[in-house]
Nanobody
């Protein structure tokens, strides 16, 4: 069974950091591009970051550039999202997703075939 599992969410104060993990089981991530998305209550799901299968191409939403860093360890079948200088507006459920056209990094939701269940990030004092 193909599965993605996010972890690492939690409650953090403004200015703090969290590292999210996206672990795959049932398939290898080597050939997949991975996207990170988030959805706040009452809002549409939006792309945050993505990374190509090789790791050579990354992309970030303007709202997180300079604060978030995406990386991957294919040997561990895991992708990470390091989130620094967190702001209250970063509060959302965060999801990772995989698409098999691994060389292309995109925020288009419809191109992703496998989704995790999400992990909650709350930034509040």
């Amino acid at each position: 069974q193909l599965q993605l599992v996010e972890s690492g969410g939690g409650l953090v104060q403004p200015g703090g950091s969290l590292r999210l993990s996206c672990a795959a089981s049932g398939f290898t991530l080597d050939y997949y591009a991975i996207g990170w998305f988030r959805q706040a209550p009452g809002k549409e799901r939006e792309g945050v970051s993505c990374i190509s299968s090789s790791g050579g191409s990354t992309n970030y939403a303007d709202s997180v550039k300079g604060r978030f860093t995406v990386s991957r360890d294919n040997a561990k079948n895991t992708v990470y999202l390091q989130m620094d200088s967190l702001k209250p507006e970063d509060t959302a459920a965060y999801y990772c997703a995989a698409r098999s056209a691994g060389s292309v990094c995109t925020f288009a939701l419809g191109y992703y075939h496998h989704w995790g269940q999400g992990t909650q990030v709350t930034v509040s004092s």
